[in-house]
């Protein structure tokens, strides 16, 4: 272990700094569809402190582009700002006076949690080596986690999007473990129609001259253009058509006519969506966590959808976004039905991105939620 990972402590009773990003190693795993992860680093952060009978851990799981850093301005090992700002903190939906708050990097991630671009035993990265990792693997390397953390059941697991199905995944993998399980703008499975858009940005990056494969580490550009196409599809999906034709029409960048050499003012949006994620994330891990997501399936091996809700034991909160055409509500209202709960609902003009930016109504829920 490197002098910057710091070992688990009782530092964490008396308080945390926020935004402090710290580092444990958990054990190894067996992987869902063959072969294995020998040993697994975890980067996380947290806020509020954790009480002596270590009963008040709150577990927020980020969505695919996501780190631990769910708040706070950037720094070392975050280049971004945090993803859910106004709604971790004293006061708010997740109340940092009341709950110690843990977000990690999820498995296959490049924010500090192995991954792709991680060291393989051998030391160099794991690149094209790095094994098919499911949401339920995602869950189980956790197991772990929580154990070095010394938490044997969180108070709530919360997460939106790929994190809502590994909140799911965590409620039915390890029912003792979970008090409260609270899902936003995710599903019970992955739809054809996300499979299909998740599979043509596979495509695109697999496409690219420099993915080599999977092994492009020693390669200063990467596959850049693939990543590129890829978060420009995705990005389109977060928003409304709604709002992406209210906002921009057919007007021009630049006032320069698309139809002589200039180019439409979406375009440009589009480009800078690419620019932003393209230089601070890794297109292996992006590879990965969306194969992971595309697996997402609650009923596989549990005997269909029912059975495997029959596993719950956390009380479940299931909130969706009027307006999401990724994870459409539907599929959270199907799931509350299955649950026999009241599904919670964001109205919000953007789309699946409504459960990061609608913080007072995300605060809303949470706050009834975590008081129940």
Do not use: K
Not at 48 to 71: M, W, Y
Not at 150 to 168: C, F, H, T
Not at 282 to 293: C, E, F, H, N
């Amino acid at each position: 272990m490197s002098s910057s990972v710091r070992r688990v402590t009782g530092a964490w009773l008396e308080g945390d700094p926020v935004g402090e990003r710290r580092f444990v190693d958990a054990p190894g795993i067996q992987l869902e569809l063959g072969g294995a992860l020998p040993g697994i680093r975890f980067a996380y952060e947290t806020w509020g402190r954790l009480s002596p009978a270590r009963d008040n851990a709150v577990l927020v799981l980020h969505a695919l582009t996501g780190d631990s850093h769910a708040i706070g301005e950037p720094g070392p090992g975050h280049p971004t700002g945090g993803w859910w700002q106004g709604v971790i903190g004293p006061g708010l939906g997740l109340d940092t006076d009341r709950w110690f708050v843990v977000c990690p990097n999820v498995i296959g991630g490049c924010q500090g949690s192995t991954g792709p671009s991680s060291p393989a035993p051998d030391g160099a990265p794991w690149g094209s080596r790095w094994p098919a990792t499911t949401i339920r693997d995602q869950v189980v390397a956790e197991f772990g986690f929580a154990d070095a953390l010394g938490i044997s059941q969180w108070a709530s697991v919360v997460g939106g999007s790929m994190g809502g199905q590994r909140a799911l995944e965590w409620a039915l993998c390890a029912p003792e473990r979970v008090r409260r399980m609270i899902l936003l703008a995710a599903n019970a499975e992955a739809s054809a129609d996300q499979i299909g858009t998740c599979s043509i940005q596979l495509d695109a990056i697999r496409a690219d001259p420099r993915w080599h494969g999977g092994d492009y580490y020693d390669d200063p550009v990467g596959p850049h253009v693939g990543m590129g196409i890829a978060r420009r599809i995705a990005h389109l999906t977060y928003r409304t058509a709604d709002e992406v034709d209210t906002r921009f029409g057919r007007s021009w960048q630049d006032g320069t006519d698309p139809l002589r050499g200039g180019r439409y003012a979406v375009q440009s949006y589009l480009d800078h969506a690419e620019d932003g994620l393209r230089d601070r994330f890794d297109a292996g891990t992006y590879v990965a966590l969306t194969s992971a997501m595309n697996s997402h399936e609650i009923g596989r091996g549990r005997g269909g959808t029912v059975a495997a809700l029959r596993r719950l034991r956390a009380t479940p909160t299931i909130v969706g976004v009027d307006s999401d055409r990724l994870y459409p509500l539907r599929q959270q209202l199907e799931l509350a039905s299955l649950l026999g709960v009241e599904p919670r609902v964001i109205h919000s003009e953007r789309g699946h991105d409504g459960f990061l930016v609608e913080t007072e109504q995300v605060n809303a829920v949470l706050t009834e939620a975590m008081a129940g």
